[in-house]
């Protein structure tokens, strides 16, 4: 049996900004903060803009972070020269940091075929979730808010830590809310948006996927344990 929904006119919920419109889409370029200031910068926050340069390039495609990335990790290894020129003991860091350079290397040739396509996806997503969220508003139905925003917190959870349990909570999340959605008697004007965006949401979704297993989980997880242990290692360092 299918719900019945108490349909809000159609002409209220397009005056309400359920009808998506073009936004001001966020830069999909995160500029090199090393590179522009004029401030000298540790290791520790050269290695902060390094981590969140690769998230730009996993979650959003952004081409133009591989080289401000690869810059950024190149001036870490400037500092530990001089380091080590003082005396200072850097050799595990060094090594540390040498497999993560490499196994950036690694994700972006991996993630090049699906760059383009992360970009599109994830610039349909920042223009059109505001309406979309609002649609669900309009609607007033708890468990498809609430389903929308465990779908976005799973997808996080995914991208983080890739896994073949949290690739099928995903999935499984995504289908009970489109068959929520069905259920709904929506007019083909209000319920086609909706799916489009969950079509585009559940595409980059794959192709994140696609890319992950092409590079292979296992390199995910060690990346991720270079990147913390790194991090530990700068924060030993003393002050230049």
């Known amino acids: 049996m299918k719900k019945l929904l108490l349909l809000l006119p159609v002409g209220l919920l397009a005056a309400t900004g359920?009808?998506?419109?073009?936004?001001n889409p966020a830069s999909s370029t995160t500029k090199n903060v090393a590179a522009q200031s004029h401030t000298p910068r540790t290791s520790a926050e050269l290695f902060s803009d390094s981590e969140r340069l690769l998230r730009q390039i996993v979650r959003h495609g952004d081409e133009q972070s591989i080289q401000p990335l690869e810059?950024?990790?190149?001036?870490?290894?400037?500092?530990?020269?001089?380091?080590?020129?003082?005396?200072?003991?850097?050799?595990?860091?060094?090594?540390?940091?040498?497999?993560?350079?490499?196994?950036?290397?690694?994700?972006?040739?991996k993630f090049a075929p699906y760059m383009k396509t992360l970009r599109q996806k994830s610039l349909f997503q920042q223009q059109h979730e505001h309406s979309f969220i609002?649609?669900?508003?309009?609607?007033?139905?708890?468990?498809?808010?609430?389903?929308?925003?465990?779908?976005?917190k799973l997808?996080?959870?995914?991208?983080?830590?890739?896994?073949?349990?949290?690739?099928?909570?995903?999935?499984?999340?995504?289908?009970?809310?489109?068959?929520?959605?069905?259920?709904?008697?929506?007019?083909?004007?209000?319920?086609?948006?909706l799916f489009t965006y969950l079509d585009n949401h559940k595409a980059y979704f794959d192709t994140v996927s696609k890319?992950?297993?092409?590079?292979?989980?296992?390199?995910?997880?060690q990346l991720r344990q270079n990147g913390y242990a790194i991090k530990m290692e700068l924060q030993l360092l003393p002050t230049l």
């Open 211 to 221: 890319a992950y297993n092409d590079l292979g989980y296992q390199h995910i997880y």
């Open 18 to 23: 359920f009808f998506w419109m073009a936004l």
């Open 71 to 109: 810059m950024s990790l190149d001036q870490i290894s400037i500092e530990l020269d001089t380091r080590k020129k003082q005396g200072i003991s850097v050799d595990k860091i060094e090594t540390l940091l040498a497999d993560y350079k490499k196994q950036s290397v690694q994700l972006n040739q």
């Open 134 to 152: 609002a649609s669900l508003e309009q609607i007033g139905l708890y468990e498809l808010k609430t389903g929308y925003d465990d779908l976005e």
């Open 155 to 193: 997808r996080t959870a995914y991208i983080k830590e890739p896994s073949e349990q949290s690739y099928a909570a995903y999935a499984t999340k995504e289908k009970e809310i489109r068959q929520i959605i069905s259920e709904l008697y929506l007019d083909s004007v209000i319920e086609t948006p």
